[in-house]
Nanobody, 116 residues
Framework: QVQLVESGGGLVQPGGSLTLFCAAFGFTFSHYAMSWYRQAPGKERELVATITGTGSSTSSADSVQGRFTVSRDNVRNTVYLQMNSLKPEDTAVYFC?????????WGKGTLVTVSS
């Protein structure tokens, strides 16, 4: 059974940093791309960053370019999102995602609040 479990969210001041974690279970982790999405209050869920199965290629949204870095550890079956220079507009619930045979799987999310 595919399961994704996010952690690492919390309250951080503007300009601060935070690392999110997503532990994956129930599938061959290294075979699949992993993505981070976020959903701010009253807004639609948006794609933040994606990393390929091998970790050799990444992409990220324009709004986080140069500030957020996605990485993965295929031994620990974990994907990370390093977030630097955080802004109040980064406040959202962050979700881990993977797509296996055209089906999307989601974690329950972790809340990131950027506020002074």
């Amino acid at each position: 059974q595919v399961q994704l479990v996010e952690s690492g969210g919390g309250l951080v001041q503007p300009g601060g940093s935070l690392t999110l974690f997503c532990a994956a279970f129930g599938f061959t982790f290294s075979h699949y791309a992993m993505s981070w999405y976020r959903q701010a209050p009253g807004k639609e869920r948006e794609l933040v960053a994606t990393i390929t199965g091998t970790g050799s290629s990444t992409s990220s949204a324009d709004s986080v370019q140069g500030r957020f870095t996605v990485s993965r550890d295929n031994v620990r079956n974990t994907v990370y999102l390093q977030m630097n220079s955080l802004k109040p507009e980064d406040t959202a619930v962050y979700f881990c995602n993977t797509r296996i045979y055209a089906r999307d799987y989601w974690g329950k999310g972790t809340l990131v609040t950027v506020s002074s």
